[in-house]
């Protein structure tokens, strides 16, 4: 069995891919997360998740390093973590009574043979309206979310629907990582 690393710090990520029943480590990439103005969502999503596993792959000898990025798109404009308080705020009062798309971006990198795999998914999220005391609140709790919000938070309460993958909105979509796994030998 091959060893697996998770390039990242996400406690969310972690305990989904524990939900897979396999041992691993994790060691953060601890690259910068930048969105790049005029590339496609999809593709942003597929290169920050390369970028990270491959920061990963490069300090190690042998080993699968999972990077993900998820990003969240809303009304035709791509939004990623929250830089400030306020900017969490504006995040939520977008997303308000609307749908938007999550697309978390997933790489796996062989350490030892730099072969890798690069996919992503999107699911599409009805967000109930926020009223404007929620607002403050939420944007307090989540300053370390793409969009500001936790699909997995019960008390936040601010879906309506998704449309796709759940785990995919909560940071990491788990049947197509399994796959992905499986044609590495996982």
């Known amino acids: 069995m091959k060893r697996i690393i998770l390039a990242s710090s996400s406690p969310r990520r972690k305990e989904l891919l524990k939900k897979l029943g396999i041992t691993f480590k994790i060691t953060p990439s601890n690259i910068e997360e930048k969105i790049t103005e005029g590339i496609p969502p999809e593709q942003l999503a597929k290169r920050l998740a390369y ?31 929250p830089t400030s308080f306020e900017d969490a705020q504006n995040m939520l009062k977008l997303l308000s009574d609307t749908a938007h798309k999550v697309i978390t971006g997933i790489a796996i990198i062989d350490a030892k043979t730099k072969r890798s795999s690069i996919c992503y998914e999107t699911s599409t999220v009805k967000i109930r309206r926020i009223k404007k005391k929620d607002i403050e609140r939420l944007a307090r709790l989540h300053l370390d979310k793409a969009g500001s919000y936790a699909a ?21 979509p788990i049947k197509k990582l399994k796959k992905m796994l499986e044609n590495f030998g996982a």
């Open 51 to 81: 970028k990270k596993a491959k920061a990963v792959a490069d300090k190690i000898k042998s080993g699968l390093v999972i990077g993900a990025d998820t990003i969240v798109v809303v009304k035709g404009r791509i939004i990623g973590k």
């Open 152 to 172: 997995q938070e019960d008390n936040d309460a601010l879906i309506e629907k998704v449309d796709g993958n759940f785990c995919n909105v909560v940071g990491l």
